[in-house]
């Protein structure tokens, strides 16, 4: 089992940056395929980007495509997400979520939130126009 904790959320203006952070314990991080997803007030949870157990595939949702950037490292247990030309819809709490894989799937990602076993608490992200 693993137990994420999401952080770095806050209030940008619009065209500002952001990096989301999301911590994992356990010692089998690079175990896990990774995505963060969002949550808008009165709106569905939605996908936002996917990394592989090694890093090494991304997938990003395309309403974020070429802005947001996906990244893991290993090493500190830690997935990233940053955020640039952040616009007022980009406005969410943004989840982190963690997917057991196996080595016979070291590129697999996924975009569908059922896919993933465990999830974080959530952190703010406010973009002000």
């Known amino acids: 089992q693993v137990q994420l904790v999401e952080s770095g959320g806050g209030l940008v203006q619009a065209g500002g940056s952001l990096r989301v952070s999301c911590a994992a314990s356990g010692r089998t991080f690079s175990s896990y395929a990774m995505g963060w997803f969002r949550q808008a007030p009165g709106k569905e949870r939605e996908f936002v980007a996917a990394i592989s157990r090694s890093g090494g595939n991304t997938y990003y949702a395309d309403s974020v495509k070429g802005r947001f950037t996906i990244s893991r490292d290993n090493a500190k247990n830690t997935v990233y997400l940053q955020m640039n030309s952040l616009k007022p819809e980009d406005t969410a709490v943004y989840y982190c979520?963690?997917?057991?894989?196996?080595?016979?799937?070291?590129?697999?990602?996924?975009?569908?939130?059922?896919?993933?076993?465990?999830w974080g608490q959530g952190t703010q992200v406010t973009v002000s126009s």
């Open positions: 979520a963690a997917r057991v894989t196996t080595t016979t799937q070291p590129m697999g990602v996924y975009r569908l939130a059922a896919d993933y076993y465990y």
